[in-house]
Nanobody, 124 residues
Framework: QVQLVESGGGLVQAGGSLRLSCAAS????????MGWFRQVPGKEREFVAA????????TYANSVKGRFTISRDNAKNTVSLQMNSLKPGDTAVYYC?????????????????WGQGTQVTVSS
């Protein structure tokens, strides 16, 4: 049984940093593309970042490029999202997801498994 569990969310002031982690069981993260998405109430789930299965390269949404970094620890079977220079607009529930695609897509429907999400709140 595949399970993804996010952690590391919380409340932070604008300009601060948080590091989210996603621990996997039942699958090997290095054999999957992994993505981070976020969602606020009343809006569609939004792509944030992905790390690709084939070569470990990364892709970011324009809104977080230069501020967020996605990484993978194969030994721990975890994927992380380092978030710096946080803005109130980054407030959302953040989800990690896995995909068997070679390249992690920005399309949420191409991901097979999802975590339960972790709340990130950035105060102004």
């Amino acid at each position: 049984q595949v399970q993804l569990v996010e952690s590391g969310g919380g409340l932070v002031q604008a300009g601060g940093s948080l590091r989210l982690s996603c621990a996997a069981s039942g699958l090997t993260l290095s054999r999957n593309s992994m993505g981070w998405f976020r969602q606020v109430p009343g809006k569609e789930r939004e792509f944030v970042a992905a790390i690709h299965r084939n070569d470990g390269s990364t892709t970011y949404a324009n809104s977080v490029k230069g501020r967020f970094t996605i990484s993978r620890d194969n030994a721990k079977n975890t994927v992380s999202l380092q978030m710096n220079s946080l803005k109130p607009g980054d407030t959302a529930v953040y989800y990690c997801a896995s995909s068997t695609e070679l390249y992690g897509s920005s399309r949420s429907n191409l991901y097979d498994y999802w975590g339960q999400g972790t709340q990130v709140t950035v105060s102004s």
